[in-house]
């Protein structure tokens, strides 16, 4: 099937200050690790695929809160020197997102979130016209700690919107099926990691996708780590290879993936060739440290 090719995506989800540490080990109870280092990078789920669409070239825009201090400052310079329109990001009172990352040698990873204001969008805060404007509505996850307004303005904003990409990650998962439902049976592209999509329908990421098509969703991309990415519709499944390459850091691994995939379905390309374009660009931000570092400007014409 031909799809007209699309250009703008807006994201909706936390914004975070990500403290990366390097360490010697993920302590665990009564443990003591040690850190080598510690680098400091803006963060947020979607806000990183945002910043990956709009180094390829899109035009992005941004619905996330911010607090009053300096953290929030950085946050909101970086997107904007990035190109991302920011005008649905919010200021509030209080603490912006704040994220603990450990990583050890092996590159595995440990995240703490402060999730500060990005709990407490109000949907009466968002400027609707001016998001309309975009083809594609991408969400990710909020911790709900703070409240649940964020994941309520989600569940009405996707009737905006005929296209949505949704990536629940482990804190939507943790939701259960149920609390999803509003968001699923509108969401058009589905972008969860393996063990996502089996905690939130409880069975066989495969299983799960049937579920998934039968809510209504066009496309279920699963994420797979090292084994790259498995992809589903209506009429076919396809496995894609990952890129073999040394891994330094998987921080937004998965929202690196999300910026190849869509800039390849909104570009037009089959089925295998985002699946190829999300391992690529996977594949290029786990080779540094930080979510947005290895994020690249061009895609190769040839993969
Ligand atoms: P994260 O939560 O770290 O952002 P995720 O858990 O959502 O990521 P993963 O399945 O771990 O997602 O990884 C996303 C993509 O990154 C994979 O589909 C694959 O393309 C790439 N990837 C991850 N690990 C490796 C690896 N070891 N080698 C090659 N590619 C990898
Ligand atoms: O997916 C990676 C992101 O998750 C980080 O940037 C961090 O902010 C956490 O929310």
Same mark, same amino acid.
């Given at each position: 099937?031909?799809?007209?090719?699309?250009?703008?995506?807006? @994201?909706?989800?936390?914004?975070?200050?990500?403290?990366?540490?390097?360490?010697?080990?993920?302590?665990?109870?009564?443990?003591?690790?040690?850190?080598?280092?510690?680098?400091?990078?803006?963060?947020?789920?979607?806000? $990183?695929?945002?910043?990956?669409?709009?180094?390829?070239?899109?035009?992005?825009?941004?619905?996330?809160?911010?607090? +009053?201090?300096? &953290?929030?400052?950085?946050?909101?310079? +970086?997107?904007?020197?990035?190109?991302?329109?920011?005008?649905?990001?919010?200021?509030?009172?209080?603490?912006?997102?704040?994220?603990?990352?450990?990583?050890?040698?092996? @590159?595995?990873?440990?995240?703490?979130?402060?999730?500060?204001? $990005? +709990?407490?969008?109000?949907?009466?805060?968002?400027?609707? +016209?001016?998001?309309?404007?975009?083809?594609? /509505?991408?969400?990710?996850?909020?911790?709900?700690? $703070?409240?649940?307004?964020?994941?309520?303005?989600?569940?009405?904003?996707?009737?905006?919107?005929?296209?949505?990409?949704?990536?629940?990650?482990?804190?939507?998962?943790?939701?259960? =099926?149920?609390?999803?439902?509003?968001?699923? &049976?509108?969401?058009?592209?589905?972008?969860?990691?393996?063990?996502?999509? &089996?905690?939130?329908? @409880?069975?066989?990421?495969?299983?799960?996708?049937?579920?998934? =098509?039968? =809510?209504?969703?066009?496309?279920?991309?699963?994420? =797979?780590?090292?084994?790259?990415?498995?992809?589903?519709?209506?009429?076919?499944?396809?496995?894609?290879?990952?890129?073999?390459?040394?891994?330094?850091?998987?921080?937004?691994?998965?929202?690196?993936?999300?910026?190849?995939? /869509?800039y390849g379905y909104l570009r037009g390309?089959?089925?295998?060739?985002?699946?190829?374009?999300? $391992?690529?660009?996977?594949? /290029?931000?786990?080779?540094?440290?930080?979510?947005?570092?290895?994020?690249?400007?061009?895609?190769?014409?040839?993969?």
């Amino acid at each position: 099937m031909r799809r007209s090719l699309l250009s703008s995506v807006i @994201g909706f989800g936390a914004l975070n200050l990500d403290k990366i540490y390097r360490v010697d080990k993920i302590p665990g109870r009564d443990e003591e690790g040690f850190v080598r280092d510690l680098q400091i990078f803006p963060g947020g789920s979607a806000a $990183n695929t945002i910043v990956g669409l709009a180094r390829l070239g899109l035009r992005t825009a941004y619905i996330g809160k911010i607090g +009053d201090d300096a &953290e929030g400052q950085i946050l909101l310079g +970086d997107l904007r020197r990035e190109g991302v329109e920011t005008r649905t990001v919010i200021r509030a009172k209080g603490r912006s997102g704040t994220a603990m990352i450990l990583v050890d040698d092996s @590159g595995n990873r440990a995240i703490l979130v402060d999730p500060g204001v $990005n +709990d407490t969008i109000r949907y009466d805060e968002i400027d609707l +016209d001016f998001s309309r404007e975009f083809d594609l /509505l991408h969400l990710t996850s909020f911790i709900c700690k $703070n409240g649940l307004d964020s994941l309520e303005s989600q569940k009405r904003i996707v009737k905006d919107f005929k296209i949505v990409s949704f990536d629940p990650g482990m804190p939507y998962a943790e939701r259960g =099926l149920e609390d999803m439902l509003p968001i699923l &049976e509108r969401t058009t592209i589905f972008l969860p990691n393996r063990s996502e999509i &089996e905690r939130l329908f @409880g069975m066989d990421y495969r299983k799960s996708a049937d579920k998934c =098509l039968e =809510l209504g969703i066009q496309i279920v991309a699963v994420k =797979l780590g090292s084994e790259g990415c498995w992809i589903r519709t209506e009429e076919k499944e396809i496995s894609v290879k990952p890129f073999r390459v040394r891994v330094v850091d998987t921080t937004g691994a998965g929202d690196a993936f999300n910026a190849g995939f /869509l800039y390849g379905y909104l570009r037009g390309k089959s089925l295998e060739e985002c699946g190829k374009i999300g $391992n690529y660009v996977a594949s /290029l931000c786990i080779q540094k440290i930080g979510a947005r570092s290895g994020l690249p400007s061009k895609i190769p014409e040839k993969l």
